[in-house]
């Protein structure tokens, strides 16, 4: 039985609530975490760098890590395989603990995988939840606690934290980071759609002139980040296409600028806004960016899409007659068909599909009278809110 069809939203918040209250306060749960760690914590032996060295020397975070910088490779994968079959035995145990609680809710794993996609997708939407203990299976998270809690027991520090404590710290972590992440992402992606840039080369043009913020004191450009530019430019230019995703541009500048401190970011956002305004546009451009600002003022709570149905009765308050003939209702219909193809629980048009909209709903008219009607639509939104 698919998930949607189980009280879908409601369900979806009772059991990813349910597993939130056990990962993070669970007593049975944390006393089996702890003990796992206190028996195998000896193999996670940190380097005094605090990171970990793979065979050719280089630092990150690898399967294993040298206790001595003169130690032979084959020793360290010989520890890096011992620390792989901990790492599996943590996650048979945290699996397990975890099919516990979904057995409750009578849902099998794959339906869980579907509720889990669910929230993850109205966290994009609505920038509520971040369920982020999944995350506590992953091996740089499992690592970072079996190292801490390899130094509380060989130093007999009890400032040190419990195991369980230590990775719900960073779970909680991960949580403000997706918090923060999104809400950078909220900024980026209606700059860009106000932009209008498809063509990815570009975007990284703009990034890399030596007045834009983002580059400005960084001496390079981390490596994940270089590598994704190279392999995103050559797509491009392989397929002879001029146009990129837009959301995968909003990633690659939300990533680019994850390590910007507030005020760095403010003032990178400012940089694109003075470029993006400062554009000559054509006139197709020009609507546009109407359209756009129309929808700027319609999504009130910043979400990236509107009501389609509540929408239109907006839309309907215009009185031309226009918006009331057998042209209007066959361009509505037209694009309710496809949206409620594409969202099947709820009826919304995004900035993209409005944008479009728009512009064939008003496809015949003289530029001049699209200004005077997206003007008055943008103006009568903004005097309704005050």
């Given amino acids: 039985m698919a998930i949607r069809r189980l009280d879908s939203f409601q369900r979806m918040d009772q059991i990813m609530d ?42 990150g975070v690898f399967l294993f890590s040298p206790d001595e910088p003169d130690e032979f490779a084959e020793d360290l994968k010989r520890r890096a395989h011992k620390r792989r079959e901990v790492h599996m035995q943590y996650q048979t145990l945290f699996e397990g603990h975890l099919e516990t609680i ?5 849902i099998t794993s794959e339906q869980f995988q579907q509720v889990f996609q669910m929230s993850q997708d109205e966290e994009v939407r609505y920038g509520q939840k971040f369920h982020r203990w999944i995350d506590a299976t992953d091996y740089v998270v499992f690592l970072k606690m079996m190292q801490s809690q390899y130094t509380k027991k060989t130093t007999h520090d009890d ?39 498809d063509d990815f080369v570009q975007l990284v043009k703009v990034l890399q002139a030596p007045e834009c913020p983002l580059i400005q004191g960084k001496k390079q450009e981390r490596k994940f980040m270089a590598r994704w530019r190279i392999k995103l430019t050559q797509q491009q230019r392989d397929s002879g296409s001029q146009k ?11 990533r680019a600028a994850e390590e910007l401190t507030s005020e760095e970011f403010a003032t990178l956002m400012q940089f ?89 709903l008003l496809s015949d008219v003289e530029y001049e009278e699209y200004h005077e009607i997206l003007s008055s639509w943008t103006n009568l939104k903004r005097d309704l809110d005050t």
């Fill in 18 to 59: 349910a597993v939130d209250m056990w990962f993070f306060n669970d007593d049975e749960f944390g006393e089996v975490l702890n003990r796992f760690a206190e028996d195998h914590c000896m193999d996670f032996k940190v380097d005094e760098s605090g990171t970990e060295t793979n065979a050719d020397g280089d630092s």
């Fill in 102 to 106: 979904l057995s409750s809710f009578k």
């Fill in 159 to 197: 400032s040190q934290p419990p195991a369980v404590m230590f990775l719900r710290c960073q779970i909680r972590q991960k949580m403000e980071e997706a918090r923060l992440a999104l809400r950078r992402r909220k900024e980026i992606r209606p700059l860009l759609d106000k932009w209008g840039v």
């Fill in 244 to 254: 990129t995703d837009r959301a995968i541009m909003t990633e690659y500048v939300g």
């Fill in 272 to 360: 694109l806004h003075s470029h993006v305004d400062g554009l000559e546009l054509d006139e197709h451009g020009k609507r546009r960016r109407m359209a756009w600002e129309l929808f700027a003022a319609l999504d009130e709570t910043f979400i990236g899409c509107v009501p389609y149905n509540k929408t239109l009765k907006f839309l309907q308050r215009n009185p031309s007659e226009r918006f009331r003939n057998k042209d209007w209702k066959k361009v509505t219909t037209k694009w309710g068909a496809k949206i409620k193809k594409n969202n099947v629980d709820k009826l919304e048009i995004d900035l993209i599909e409005f944008v479009g909209f728009i512009m064939e």
